[in-house]
């Protein structure tokens, strides 16, 4: 049976992952329930390991290092007692080969050659460019749908990535073109960015020292 990670723990992870979000787009990340997690970041704040602030009338939080050094504790002992590192280990080490793929795509996807050394911005006018990027990623989504269904076997946490991925296709499927790569809602880039984050803090590797981005 998939390992389930304490609540207030996946909180504290959504948190870094975002690194400044309000509650909904907290709780989104995991799938976690509105309420639980409303509970969890006021525990977090009165232990002083998040903090709240109001930007333009919305209330977000952020860790505190304290909050953050203690994440990381909980994620080594949560993996410790999942008895799941070498599976996370090596689902770290297939989704390192798929992100050179991915790094690429989204390059292809947001630049054109034009012969050459010349690039230019991709406009999407030319929709055959547009579909032959987006037939790429398909194939890619379904080599990580591989890998994040061994994880999934292993934490019941990662599911939720599952889900958002297939979301975030579906929508970019239909037409809406943001959700490859635009920042700040959860397109295909930013859930792929939350996912490799993830399983950096939940290894305790550093992305520097991957030499990753």
């Given amino acids: 049976m998939a390992h389930d990670s304490d609540p207030e723990l996946l909180v504290a992870l959504a948190l870094r992952l975002k690194g400044f979000g309000e509650v909904e787009a907290v709780?989104?990340?995991?799938?976690?329930?509105?309420?639980?997690v409303n509970a969890a970041l006021a525990a977090l704040v009165e232990r002083g390991h998040c903090m709240a602030r109001e930007v333009e009338g919305v209330e977000k939080f952020i860790l505190t290092p304290t909050g953050r050094e203690a994440g990381e504790?909980?994620?080594?002992a949560d993996l410790d007692s999942s008895g799941s590192r070498d599976t996370v280990r090596s689902?770290?080490?297939?989704f390192l080969v798929l992100n050179g793929s991915m790094l690429q795509l989204c390059t292809d996807w947001q630049v054109r050659s034009t012969g050459g050394d010349g690039q230019?911005?991709?406009?999407?006018?030319?929709?055959?460019?547009?579909?032959?990027?987006?037939?790429?990623?398909?194939?890619?989504?379904?080599?990580l749908r591989r890998v994040l269904a061994g994880l999934s076997m292993a934490m019941s946490r990662y599911g939720a990535y599952q889900r958002r991925f297939r979301d975030a296709l579906d929508r970019l499927l239909g037409g809406d073109l943001d959700y490859f790569t635009k920042p700040l809602i959860p397109s295909y880039h930013t859930?792929?960015?939350?996912?490799?984050?993830?399983?950096?803090?939940?290894?305790?590797i550093n992305r520097a020292d991957e030499g990753s981005t």
Avoid at 73 to 76: F, S
């Fill in 120 to 143: 230019q911005l991709n406009d999407h006018t030319d929709e055959d460019y547009d579909q032959e990027v987006l037939a790429r990623l398909v194939d890619l989504d379904g080599e």
């Fill in 91 to 94: 689902a770290y080490d297939e």
């Fill in 191 to 204: 859930v792929w960015f939350e996912l490799h984050e993830d399983l950096l803090a939940t290894l305790g």
């Fill in 73 to 76: 504790a909980g994620l080594r």
């Fill in 27 to 36: 709780a989104a990340v995991h799938g976690l329930d509105v309420e639980h």
